[in-house]
């Protein structure tokens, strides 16, 4: 069975930063890729990162250059490193595995397991 576990959101001021993990199992990283995706509330679910056994890694325009996605294959946990936060970035977020690789475009429908998200919240 396929499960991955989001930690590490919590409040944060506006320029900090956070980092969050997904721990996975059931599957290995070889074949597959993890995408990490956000939802504010009255928003859509939209798709933040994605790294992949490729060695590609892809990040949304509103994101780059502020958030790092890694994978340490050792400990099955993948990593969004997010810096200079912004209010904007409040929302809750989720990591997602699918047998792929990391090539945009990248929507919710292309992941097929999903954990159940972690919350973040930045203050102004």
């Known amino acids: 069975e396929v499960q991955l576990v989001e930690s590490g959101g919590g409040l944060v001021q506006a320029g900090g930063s956070l980092r969050l993990s997904c721990a996975w199992s059931?599957?290995?990283?070889?074949?597959?890729?993890v995408g990490w995706f956000r939802q504010a509330p009255g928003e859509d679910r939209e798709w933040v990162s994605c790294?992949?056994?490729?060695?590609?890694?892809t990040y949304a325009d509103s994101v780059k250059g502020r958030f790092i996605v890694s994978v340490d294959e050792a400990e099955n946990t993948a990593y969004l490193q997010m810096n200079t936060l912004k209010p904007e970035d409040t929302a809750d977020y989720y990591c997602?595995?699918?047998?792929?690789?990391?090539?945009?475009?990248?929507?919710?429908?292309?992941?097929?397991?999903w954990g159940q998200g972690t919350q973040v919240t930045v203050s102004s």
């Open positions: 790294i992949s056994y490729d060695g590609r890694t």
């Open positions: 997602a595995a699918e047998y792929r690789r990391c090539i945009e475009p990248l929507w919710v429908g292309d992941f097929g397991y």
């Open positions: 059931g599957f290995i990283f070889d074949e597959y890729a």
